[in-house]
């Protein structure tokens, strides 16, 4: 008999059992190794580019490719580690490294890929004129300064003036009072009692009406209402600086005579100067040698004040600092000239 099994035949065999399983193999332990170092002249053409690990990849990881040919589309001056054409096919079963994460291969660290760098040198530029001018004027400056604060620092010191003057003397004798008052500048006959340099109204006269026939104070007011415009005259007297005024007026055979001081401020003798002009005309004469003033008789007559009486007028004025000195004469015929200049000349020695 033989022993050798029969192949049964197909409606009688049963069904062949699957083999077992067997179990999936765990993949080998590898520790990477780094691959030795070459430069990109080493490198001999159409081979892989040399790896070089990365001292900042993860344990375990593939390193960056470096440098080396790319295909013809790849830019030449690019940096290092940036690809921009397609590199090099590498030997079966290494992933490229275009391939990516996505193809199985490792991750890849651009940073230690490469070598040194190249391309075209960075122009220099040179500083500008606006810059140059600003250090030169600094500069300048710094140094002025400091070649200033060494001559000041070398000259010597300026001595100080004594705290101390010599104290005045004074006589051992003592100073007569009276002798004193004697030296002394007399003040001007103006600066006292103005009704005191008013003249006297002459024997045989009356007086005028309700006007003064002594000599008193008159006021800015009554200066200004005997005139036709008092108003204006009013405001014009204070505009000039109107300190004071004296006079006196009196009346002899239907001829009326009025002698008015006025006085102004002690720095407003511009303003009676202006007042001895206002008075005075072209026909004006002089009363006496050396005066600051004249004198003049109207040769036509005018008329009182609402009234159809008419009057001759003459008048005389004068100057002396601060004070005007006027005279004036109504008279119902024409005016004596000689009367006139006899009594200006009087009241202006009166001021002297």
């Given at each position: 008999m033989s022993t050798d099994p029969v192949e049964p035949s197909s409606p009688d065999a049963p069904p062949a059992a699957a083999p077992p399983a067997a179990p999936p193999a765990e993949p080998p332990?590898?520790?990477?190794?780094?691959?030795?170092?070459?430069?990109?002249?080493?490198?001999?053409?159409?081979?892989?580019?040399?790896?070089?690990?990365s001292p900042w990849a993860a344990p375990g990881s593939a390193a960056a490719p470096a440098a080396g040919?790319?295909?013809?589309?790849?830019?030449?001056?690019?940096?290092?580690?940036?690809?921009?054409?397609a590199p090099a096919a590498g030997p079966a079963g290494v992933p490229s490294?275009?391939?990516?994460?996505?193809?199985?291969?490792?991750?890849?660290?651009?940073?230690?890929?490469?070598?040194?760098?190249?391309?075209?040198?960075?122009?220099?530029?040179?500083?500008?004129p606006v810059l140059l001018l600003t250090s030169a004027l600094v500069l300048g400056l710094l140094l002025g300064g400091g070649a200033g604060y060494g001559i000041q620092a070398g000259r010597p010191p300026t001595p100080l003036p004594p705290l101390q003057v010599a104290l005045p003397g004074y006589p051992a004798a003592v100073l007569d009072a009276k002798a004193a008052a004697d030296a002394a500048p007399k003040p001007l006959a103006i600066d006292g009692?103005?009704?005191?340099?008013?003249?006297?109204r002459p024997g045989g006269t009356e007086p005028w009406a309700d006007n003064p026939d002594v000599p008193s104070w008159i006021s800015v007011g009554e200066l200004a209402e005997r005139t036709g415009n008092a108003k204006k005259v009013?405001?014009?007297?204070?505009?000039?600086?109107?300190?004071?005024?004296?006079?006196?007026?009196?009346?002899?055979?239907?001829?009326?005579?009025?002698?008015?001081?006025?006085?102004?401020?002690?720095d407003d003798s511009d303003s009676a100067a202006t007042e001895v002009r206002d008075m005075s005309s072209a026909a004006s004469t002089k009363f006496a040698d050396g005066v600051n003033g004249a004198y003049e008789v109207q040769t036509e007559p005018e008329n009182w004040a609402e009234s159809t009486d008419k009057y001759w007028y003459g008048y005389a004025v004068a100057r002396r600092g601060t004070l005007v000195m006027e005279i004036e004469v109504f008279a119902p015929q024409l005016v004596d000239a000689a009367a006139l200049k006899d009594l200006a000349k009087k009241q202006w020695e009166r001021l002297a």
């Open positions: 332990v590898t520790t990477p190794v780094a691959a030795p170092v070459t430069t990109a002249a080493e490198a001999t053409p159409g081979s892989n580019p040399p790896v070089e690990v040919p790319y295909a013809p589309s790849g830019d030449p001056y690019a940096p290092p580690g940036q690809v921009t054409g490294p275009a391939d990516g994460p996505a193809a199985g291969g490792p991750a890849v660290d651009f940073l230690a890929a490469g070598g040194p760098e190249s391309g075209p040198p960075a122009r220099v530029r040179r500083p500008r009692d103005l009704r005191k340099l008013v003249m006297e009013f405001a014009l007297l204070n505009q000039r600086g109107f300190r004071r005024a004296a006079g006196v007026d009196w009346k002899k055979d239907n001829t009326r005579y009025r002698v008015t001081l006025v006085q102004f401020g002690p």
